[in-house]
């Protein structure tokens, strides 16, 4: 009797060996060509843009950086590749990238249908609508009649019929198929309403001639929880780049900062800081990394609430309020499970 129900535990353990044993082919690829390719927005203020150098920066930017850190304990292995809204997708599906990480909203479809696994929320957001000052309005719902400019591809479009349906109102819209294109419109006056994430309203608004001539108005009409995307069918490359994101809020928790991580690494006796960065357990090994993997983030690209800041904080010209995306414990949304 005994026998027989241990049997099955023993061949379930055997045939999970050798799948534990192995690293998944992302990271086997990743490691063997030697830096990590990343697909961002080509120019997107605070979360992907390119510096007056050349330099890729922002927070969707520093997530690459951030995986890069925890596999190779070098941030700087990573190659950008800039994706409009349209190519993002197949760019992932096709394996021309590694990862993406341009905000792109979690949705079922997208998290299912199409192959893809959303591995976290690094921003939540949500959409809204920007409007010349002088049209007088300062609610979404004096929009009856209005045509807005909204580019295709994207999330945006669906919840703009939505909002409207709902709310028994006409709209007519003008589609564009890039970012630019859909701005200069707006500026141009070709539609009344320009709609899209409230952070791309912020990023959009600064590039126009003159910012403080228009509103972004006050409605949120929908979630856009936007975060890295991995395809289905690895579950060890998944892990790591949820894991990645997980430890970066873990040291914003914990206090560990890209100044501090050095010296709590030999002095913290908290265990939690200990098993974080790597003095403690085999965490890095559980994923097939090294220990030093959270260590490495930390240092040379920060917590969650350091890149935040210095990518869309009040010292930014995006000047962005944490809002939903303050910690759980400072009554925001982000959270993440345990390092144990
Ligand atoms: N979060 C939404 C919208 C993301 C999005 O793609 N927005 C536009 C407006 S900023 C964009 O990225 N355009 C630039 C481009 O396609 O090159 C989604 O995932 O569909």
Redesign the pocket.
């Known amino acids: 009797m005994k026998r027989t129900r241990l049997l099955p535990a023993a061949l379930l353990l055997t045939a999970l060996a050798p799948a534990a044993a192995l690293a998944g082919p992302t990271l086997d690829a990743v490691k063997a060509r030697g830096h990590l390719r990343c697909g961002v ?2 120019g ?1 203020a605070g979360f992907s843009s390119p510096d007056a150098k050349g330099n890729w920066m922002g927070i969707d930017v520093d997530i690459c950086r951030a995986v890069a850190a925890a596999v190779f304990g070098d941030a700087s292995k990573v190659r950008f590749t800039p994706l ?3 190519e993002r997708l197949t760019a992932l599906q096709s394996g021309e990238i590694d990862l993406l990480s341009r ?3 979690w949705t079922l479809t997208r998290d299912s249908a199409l192959g893809l696994n959303f591995t976290g929320i690094t921003y939540y957001d949500g959409q809204g609508f920007m409007v010349r000052r002088d049209l007088g309005i300062d609610s979404a719902l004096e929009l009856d009649g209005a045509s807005v400019c909204v ?1 295709t591809g ?3 479009e669906l919840n703009l019929g939505d909002y409207f349906r709902a709310n028994g109102m006409e709209y007519s819209s003008v589609v564009f198929e ?2 630019d294109e859909t701005v200069a419109a707006y500026e141009a006056g070709r539609c009344d309403a320009l709609t ?2 409230r952070s ?1 309203l912020y990023a959009q608004r600064i590039k126009l001639s003159d910012p403080k001539a228009h509103v972004v108005l006050p409605q949120v009409i929908s979630k ?1 929880p ?1 975060g890295p995307v991995v395809r289905h069918g690895d579950d060890e490359w998944f892990d790591i780049v949820k894991w990645t994101l997980f430890a970066m809020v873990n040291a914003e928790e914990l206090g560990v900062t890209s100044a501090n991580a050095a010296e709590r690494r030999k002095d913290s006796k908290n265990p939690a800081v200990r098993r974080l960065l790597g003095v403690e357990g085999d965490k890095g090994k559980d994923l097939k990394l090294s220990n030093d993997w959270a260590y490495d983030i930390i240092t040379q690209v920060g917590n969650y609430g350091e890149v935040f800041e210095r990518n869309l904080g009040a010292d930014t010209p995006m000047d962005i309020d944490r809002g939903l995306n303050r910690l759980w414990s400072q009554g925001g949304l982000q959270y993440a499970p345990p390092v144990r």
Do not use: M, R, V, W
Request: aromatic share 0%; no cysteine; glycine share 0%.
């Open positions: 927005h080509p997107l409009s809204a349209k905000n792109t909203t580019q994207t999330t945006t890039k970012d899209s994430d791309q856009e936007l």
